[in-house]
């Protein structure tokens, strides 16, 4: 798909040491207005977190009043398919900062992060929800079983912790520069996840991804991970935690520009019924 003009506005209604390069401009976005004012100030923390680590471009945040935020205005263009592999090392290098800062925090459980903010533990609500999932009916078409999710978030809590950010396409911006726009939600999560996000969304968005172009994103960030001495996401773990990921975005299908299912497979990691080889 070509790529098109974009501009972050901020117009929608929202859920509840060194810093990052703030992308600002003359102008404002306008006010972003949340359904809460707890709702606004954790959005605000995690703009603060998020530039503080110094590796991922965030807009100037203006004004914060009560239930609104104003950012700076941003003109950009959406990612599309062939700035995959360019947002995943961006991405990577904001996983790597991530991880350093959280270096005592063990992924499954909540861990402080200061002034009475907490990062939420992978495991228990994202356990709950795609068991819900799973149980719904319909179910999602997937591989996953109740067994495997169980198994996997267990195996996590054995993974270097790193953050879930929704990296979903339509949360980052090229100006060129790799601009983060999206701040309401950040959590514990191990290595890879929030890219899993990033692919599955652009697979739920532009069509099936040629398996070159999966491998391509996963190794881009195992390349900066290595660098940093960091054990890098598998093939395996991340086939996984793409696969959770389209369950958990499978009931926005026709809604948010997500079009189509979002079944990963990477090449040579195609998932079998008994997927739990670490």
Not at 96 to 105: E, N, Y
Not at 235 to 262: C, D, K
Request: hydrophobic fraction near 40%.
């Amino acid at each position: 798909l070509r790529s098109t003009p974009s501009t972050w506005t901020g117009s929608k209604q929202r859920r509840s040491a060194r810093r990052s390069p703030s992308v600002s401009c003359p102008e404002s976005a306008g006010p972003l207005t949340y359904r809460t004012r707890a709702a606004a100030e954790t959005a605000a923390r995690n703009h603060a977190w998020i530039s503080g680590l110094g590796q991922l471009a965030v807009p100037a945040l203006l004004h914060q009043n009560d239930r609104q935020l104003v950012f700076a205005h941003i003109p950009g263009r959406h990612v599309t398919r062939n700035d995959l592999s360019s947002v995943a090392g961006s991405l990577a290098r904001f996983h790597v900062a991530a991880h350093r800062r959280l270096h005592d925090a063990r992924t499954n459980e909540d861990h402080p992060t200061g002034r009475g903010a907490v990062l939420t533990g992978f495991a228990e609500q994202r356990e709950r929800r795609l068991l819900q999932l799973l149980a719904s009916s319909p179910p999602p078409e997937t591989w996953l079983t109740p067994a495997l999710v169980r198994a996997w978030i267990l195996h996590a809590a054995d993974l270097p912790a790193a953050v879930y950010k929704d990296a979903n396409i339509r949360n980052f911006l090229l100006t060129p520069t790799v601009v983060a726009v999206d701040f309401d939600i950040i959590s514990l999560a191990p290595l890879g996840y929030d890219l899993a996000k990033l692919v599955v969304s652009a697979a739920m968005t532009y069509g099936p991804l040629d398996t070159s172009l999966e491998a391509k994103c996963l190794n881009t960030y195992n390349e900066h991970l290595s660098a940093a001495g960091l054990r890098i996401c598998t093939g395996q773990q991340f086939l996984t935690w793409a696969e959770m990921n389209h369950v958990l975005t499978s009931p926005y299908i026709g809604r948010n520009g997500y079009r189509f299912p979002g079944h990963m497979a990477v090449e040579g990691h195609r998932p079998t019924r008994r997927h739990l080889i670490w």
